[in-house]
């Protein structure tokens, strides 16, 4: 990690964190605004790939390696949330025949 | 990491146990191994067994050690009041048993972090796991509802923590919480490190259930299995207590003034919308909910004021008597309804009829959450207010004692409908869990009369 190559300096850094941002920015908003399970579970993995983005664009700049670690934390976790996460999703299928979670509404009050 | 380890080795040990297809043996297993680890925990130094590269990420000091205990005293009593569920037919005892200790492993980081990576794989392990248990009662609509809706905001807000941990490496350069607690004034000054700890105070205010974050939890309470919702109203909120006290508390207090007020107005949201919405409610499971998310604002009080040791002990202490009452209330409700995971509150009308002692037992544990005298919930309440009281915070004060007011006006509905109706209600008079009614409620009392003892043995860890 003495080396950054210099491609990475040729953007600067205001633009990775804008762009981190923005990717942020539309996960919250189609978890939000989206009503299919699958597609709000998407929106989520769009927010932890944004903050991969930022982690590493960061690591780079700061020459410093705990950055890229951690990436490899959130991948793993990542993985592990998909997995748990469709099982659920399709446990739900098989009951309602839906992905819908608007039609989810047993619970309220 | 002693611990740590001896608890995922249970884990993995009780899914190979499940072949057996013998419950009580993964059972005892289960409560065998989870006394050995609140025994390591206590008595052996945790740093016999690390690994390395993690020997700076986990740090069992007596803060962790506190809390740790704490959850593991808890969940052995939790494991007993699951034999009624797992027995379930549908229900996948071992695959149960295991995750329920993996998510303790999950809690267990969340007390001892010194690190962003370590912090954020406990709240996963922890997340994780308890997606899965929300979910176990697979035949019941109510219970698959609770694991999506809490899947899909607890990774919600996982990202959001994320993001805010981003941001604060940005600005900082670092991942490690003591070397961000001791910064220079120019990179506390970057807008960045204010949006880093903006983004991790909201994320962790989602996971201990503050308003104006608290719209998931009455809805995933209420629709899991009642062994599950007793677990996350008891050791995932002792657990995200520990995570949030050691960051904003212990680390990152230099940094008050910029998190301070955000908590300030998430406390009087927690104690008015809980408090008020209790008020309402018709079952037990939901009404207890609404009775956490106060609960969680009362807790909230440790954050405002000059973080000290005798702030640290008071939260123990609360979370102590906070999660025997809660213990209480689930051994009793599973004596008398099962596994019934939507009890009336007019089910209970005349119920120390045909149960003295545990309807016994029921009142002294509303009476503890309420915070009445002779109960340790007087007491608890007294240790969060005193501090308080030393910092100056009197309107938060006065918000906090109306509220425990009206907070007495809904605990007292239960305890009513148990002594005074003249119906005779349908009950399955079953007296096993009555052990674990009277000696939490035997402890409620200890810490109400003399609560020295209790803080004495606190203070001792």
């Known amino acids: 990690m003495n080396q950054i190559p210099e491609i990475f300096r040729v953007v600067p850094i205001n633009h990775f964190v804008i762009l981190a941002s923005i990717l942020f920015s539309i996960g919250i908003l189609g978890v ?33 390696p705990t950055g890229q670690v951690f990436v490899f934390f959130i991948m793993a976790i990542a993985a592990a949330e998909v997995a748990v996460g469709l099982a659920i999703i399709v446990m739900i299928y098989r009951r309602i025949r839906t992905t819908d979670v608007s039609i989810l509404n047993n619970l309220k009050g | 990491m002693l611990t740590i380890t001896l608890l995922s080795l249970l884990g993995l040990i009780l899914l190979f146990v ?42 069992f000091d007596s803060y962790a050690i506190k809390f740790s205990s704490l959850i593991l005293f808890l969940s052995v009593f939790i494991l007993f009041l699951s034999g009624k569920f797992i027995k379930k037919d549908y229900v996948q005892s071992a695959e149960f048993l295991a995750v329920l200790i993996f998510s303790l492993v999950g809690a267990l980081m969340l007390t001892s972090f010194t690190h962003f990576i370590t912090l954020f794989v406990g709240l996963e392990i922890l997340g994780i796991s308890l997606y899965i248990l929300a979910g176990t009662d697979k035949k019941s609509p109510g219970s698959n509802e609770a694991s999506l809706k809490y899947l899909l905001l607890g990774a919600f807000a996982t990202g959001i923590i994320l993001f805010g941990m981003a941001l604060i490496y940005g600005a900082t350069g670092s991942l490690d919480f003591q070397a961000i607690a001791n910064l220079g004034q120019a990179k506390i000054d970057s807008s960045l490190f204010k949006f880093g700890l903006f983004f991790i105070l909201i994320g962790l205010l989602f996971k201990v259930s503050a308003a104006p974050f608290h719209f998931w939890s009455p809805d995933v309470y209420e629709g899991s299995p009642n062994v599950v919702m007793l677990f996350m109203s008891v050791v995932v909120k002792i657990a995200s207590f520990a995570a949030i006290y050691r960051v904003f508390g212990n680390y990152l207090n230099n940094y008050s003034f910029f998190w301070w007020d955000i908590v300030y107005y998430a406390t009087l949201a927690s ?38 040791d005798q702030t640290v002990n008071g939260l123990v202490f609360y979370l102590f008597v906070y999660g025997c009452a809660v213990l209480v209330a689930f051994s009793v409700l599973t004596d008398w309804f099962g596994t019934d995971p939507n009890v009336k509150l007019d089910q209970l009308k005349g119920a120390s009829k045909s149960d003295q002692m545990g309807s016994f037992a029921l009142t002294i544990a509303y009476l503890s959450m309420a915070g009445i ?87 001792l860890i």
């Open chain 2, 18 to 59: 499940g072949f057996l297809n013998n419950i009580g043996l993964s059972r005892t297993i289960a409560v065998l191994g989870l006394v050995a680890g609140l025994g390591s925990m206590l008595f052996l130094d945790q740093d016999i067994l690390t690994f390395s590269g993690l020997e700076t990420q986990l740090s």
């Open chain 1, 32 to 64: 939000l605004t989206r009503r299919n399970a699958i597609i709000i579970f998407m929106s989520i993995e769009l927010m932890l790939n944004s903050v991969n983005l930022l982690f590493v664009a960061f690591s780079s700049y700061k020459s410093d």
């Open chain 2, 271 to 308: 104690l008015v919308i809980g408090n008020l919405l209790a008020l309402v409610q018709k079952t037990v499971k939901r009404q207890l909910a609404f009775s956490s998310i106060s609960q969680t604002g009362y807790l909230l009080f440790a954050l405002l004021v000059i973080p000290n």
């Open chain 2, 373 to 459: 005298p002779l109960t340790g919930g007087f007491f608890a309440k007294l240790f969060m207010f005193t501090p308080a009281m030393e910092s100056g915070l009197v309107q938060l004060l006065i918000v906090g004692i109306l509220s425990s007011v009206v907070g007495a006006t809904y605990y007292l509905r239960p305890i009513i409908n148990v002594w005074f109706s003249s119906e005779t209600p349908v009950l399955e008079k079953g007296n096993s869990y009555q052990w674990i009614a009277f000696m939490a409620g035997t402890l409620l009392l200890v810490a109400g009369v003399f609560p020295d003892t209790i803080s004495n043995l606190i203070a």
